[in-house]
Nanobody, 125 residues
Framework: QVQLVESGGGLVQAGDSLRLSCVAS????????NGWFRQTPGNEREFVAG?????YYAESVKGRFTISRDNAKNTVYLQMNSLKPEDTGVYYC?????????????????????WGQGIQVTVSS
């Protein structure tokens, strides 16, 4: 099992920045794909960013968000700049074994085996 714990969320104003962190513990893999999804009430979980084989972003966040990871700390980050009210939601850290080489696969929620509990990000206008 892998445990994922997100931190760094909160309430900010439009145009501000936030950095989400996700620390992994438990079972480790030699290769893996990390990702971030978000969800708002009444909507399905939406892909935000993924890293592992390829680096891929949702069009809505491209140029504003950056996913990165520190393997020594077992931590993946999501740097979010120029935040907009539509970025509001619960953000989930995800991971799957192995690398991912296609955009259709990396942005599919069903391929990720492990999910964090989620953390709220609220952007006010």
């Amino acid at each position: 099992q892998v445990q994922l714990v997100e931190s760094g969320g909160g309430l900010v104003q439009a145009g501000d920045s936030l950095r989400l962190s996700c620390v992994a513990s438990g079972r480790t893999f030699s290769t893996y794909t990390n990702g971030w999804f978000r969800q708002t009430p009444g909507n399905e979980r939406e892909f935000v960013a993924g890293s592992g084989g390829i680096l891929y972003y949702a069009e809505s966040v491209k140029g504003r968000f950056t996913i990165s990871r520190d393997n020594a700390k077992n931590t993946v980050y999501l740097q979010m700049n120029s935040l907009k009210p539509e970025d509001t939601g619960v953000y989930y850290c995800v991971v799957r074994r192995g690398l991912t080489y296609t955009s259709s696969f990396i942005r599919s929620a069903s391929v990720y085996e492990y999910w964090g509990q989620g953390i709220q990000v609220t952007v006010s206008s």
